[in-house]
């Protein structure tokens, strides 16, 4: 099994950066990637940014060049830093970790961004 916390969402002004964390606990040997995801209401949860174990980041289109994915294997975290903020991706921010046999899933974190 696999914990994960997230932290650092908020309220936003449009422009404006947040910088989510994500803790990872538990089995974490056996995850192969970790990455962020959002979901408003009525939409399906769509993909933000991962980062695999070799370091390899995918990015969604629309946040390239904004969002930054990283992780830190000492403390088993991985962090979302997200620059010029739009006020369409107020959502709630998962966190994921990604294994052979299943995905794990954080609570959650709302991210609003205000116009």
């Known amino acids: 099994q696999v914990q994960l916390v997230e932290s650092g969402g908020g309220l936003v002004q449009a422009g404006g950066s947040l910088r989510l964390s994500c803790a990872a606990s538990?089995?974490?040997?056996?995850?192969?990637?970790m990455g962020w995801y959002r979901q408003t209401p009525g939409k399906p949860r769509e993909l933000v940014a991962v980062?695999?174990?070799?370091?390899?980041?995918t990015y969604a289109d629309s946040v390239k060049g904004r969002f930054t994915i990283s992780r830190d294997n000492a403390k088993n975290t991985v962090s979302l830093q997200m620059n010029s903020l739009k006020p369409e991706e107020t959502a709630v921010y998962h966190c994921?970790?990604?294994?052979?046999?299943?995905?794990?899933w954080g609570q959650g974190t709302q991210v609003t961004v205000s116009s």
């Open positions: 994921a970790a990604h294994s052979r046999s299943r995905d794990y």
């Open positions: 538990g089995s974490i040997f056996s995850i192969n990637a």
């Open positions: 980062i695999t174990s070799d370091d390899t980041t």
